[in-house]
Each structure stands twice: as C-alpha cells, then as structure tokens.
C-alpha cells in the first residue's frame, strides 16, 4: 500500500518540508513511515521567510526544528509566567529592516539590537531544537491569573477519533470550555451499535454522545495539562468552521472573535 501513495507522488520524492503551523507528531511519524518523510520548518514574511528547519540530518518530530545558518533565536521569558518558555525573537541577516514607510508598526517589533519579535511563544531544548507552544496575542488568564494557551489545548484534543474541530474558550472566567464539533463520520459508525441519532443536529444533543466525547478530553488531556486548563464544560456544535460561515480565514486560521460572538449566549449560559 506504501508503495502505491509513494508513486501516486511520482514515485521520486524523497522528503518534504511542511510549514503554517506544526504538524502533530503522530502524522510526521505516518509520512515517515510511508517512506516520503516531513519536516517541519519555521519562519515569516519578516525574517524572509526561513528561521528554523528540520532536516534528514537533524530532525526532532514534534519541533520546528534548529536555526539555519547565520540566525540566531532567543526567547524572551517576560511573558513565561516563570516557564523554559517565551516569545521568540529571530536574528539575521534575513531579518527585515522595517516595515515600508511604518516606523511605529516596526519599532513594535524591532528590538534595539536587530531583533525581530515574531508575536509567537516557544522554547528552546538542550539541543537547540525550537518548539512553538502559542500566540502571545491569543493566550489569556483565568480569573485566578493563571495563563493559558489555547491553540496547545486545541491540537491535543484534534488528536482525538471523536473530534473534528475545537476551540477553547476561558478569558477572565472561573475555568475554561470547549466548544466542539464531533467527527460525524466517526460517530456514524457508532450509531447502530448504540441505538443513536443519525442527524448532525440530532447528535450534537444526545447526552450518550456528550458524555463520551467529554470523557474522551478530559482522560487525554490529564497527566499533559494542569488541572486548570482542561475544560470543565462543552458546548456541542453540528457545523465546522469553515470560511463560508465566517469563522475562519483565507490561509484557515480561526476567527476567535466571530467564534465568541455567534455562540456568546450558549457561552455565558455554561458559566452561570
């Protein structure tokens, strides 16, 4: 089976680099095993674009890999809440030198030494593998000032059979929720067995349903994540995010905010 996805990529191709966002650990293992290995690399519009790769020699799975030669990467821990992790800053000879004719958007991100402040959070291992952990801009605290970072959260529970999409939710509040929606396909072919629903609408209600996908979070998230950072509450949805409802972007990233205001009273409703 191997042998045919490889030719149906022309039967050459050795390797690929994957970049946007992490890949799951689970699926580099899987095109590594296909014989056709990927590696995660990282880098912006700002540092032209490249900054940290994995490679055949060097290749850490679940990283973005190590800086390419003449850069530099160094994490500022003021936002770490005393974690090994921070904001990354990206220094080079392909760092840009400003934005066009925007000195006050540039001296946002230029540090005084040349650095570029790239606005996400990472660490660093003792092999100087990089390892992106969030956004600054989307963590958040919880009302009793402990910091989350919900992208984190999010792709652990994606992982999940049952889950198709999710996004947590939590600023200011007691605890955080999750709002999900279930992987149908998955769920159909428990529908027989367990006497369900066969609607998206109708499932999305059927306590069995909740109750397993819940459980399913909360025992994959424990032992990874503090207490305070797995959901406590869920709000079930029967449509994904999806461009055409306006909750995610071109290049599909997720709407946070359009997200918080199409389901706002289903959120304010949990936490009273």
Do not use: W
């Given at each position: ?13 050795t ?8 890949m ?14 990927v ?11 490249a ?19 003449q ?14 992790d ?48 969030g ?27 049952l ?13 955080n ?46 032992g ?49």
């Amino acid at each position: 089976m191997f042998k045919k996805i490889r030719q149906r990529f022309g039967g050459r191709l050795t390797g690929a680099l994957s970049g946007s966002a992490t890949m799951n650990v689970e699926i580099g293992y899987f095109f590594s095993d296909l014989g056709i290995p990927v590696y995660d690399c990282y880098g912006l519009s700002e540092t032209t674009p490249a900054a940290t790769m994995n490679g055949p020699y060097a290749n850490k799975p679940g990283s973005v890999g190590r800086p390419i030669d003449q850069v530099k990467v160094v994490i500022d821990k003021f936002f770490s809440d005393g974690g090994d992790d921070g904001e990354i800053i990206i220094y080079g000879p392909n760092v840009m030198q400003g934005y066009h004719n925007k000195p006050e958007a540039t001296k946002e991100v230029m540090t005084k030494d040349g650095g570029f402040r790239t606005g996400d959070r990472g660490r660093l291992d003792k092999d100087g593998y990089l390892f992106i952990t969030g956004r600054i801009k989307e963590q958040y605290k919880l009302e009793n000032g402990k910091y989350v970072f919900p992208a984190a959260l999010e792709e652990e529970i994606k992982l999940l059979p049952l889950v198709e999409n999710v996004m947590i939710y939590g600023e200011g509040r007691a605890f955080n929720i999750a709002l999900i929606i279930p992987d149908f396909d998955v769920l159909k072919k428990c529908t027989s067995e367990n006497n369900l629903p066969d609607s998206h609408e109708e499932l999305v209600k059927n306590e069995k349903v909740q109750d397993m996908i819940a459980e399913s979070i909360t025992s994959s998230l424990k032992g990874k994540f503090g207490g305070y950072e797995i959901p406590k509450k869920f709000i079930f949805l029967s449509d994904n995010f999806s461009l055409d409802n306006g909750t995610l972007t071109q290049t599909m990233k997720l709407k946070r905010r359009v997200v918080l205001d199409q389901h706002m009273d289903k959120i304010e409703a949990l936490y009273s």
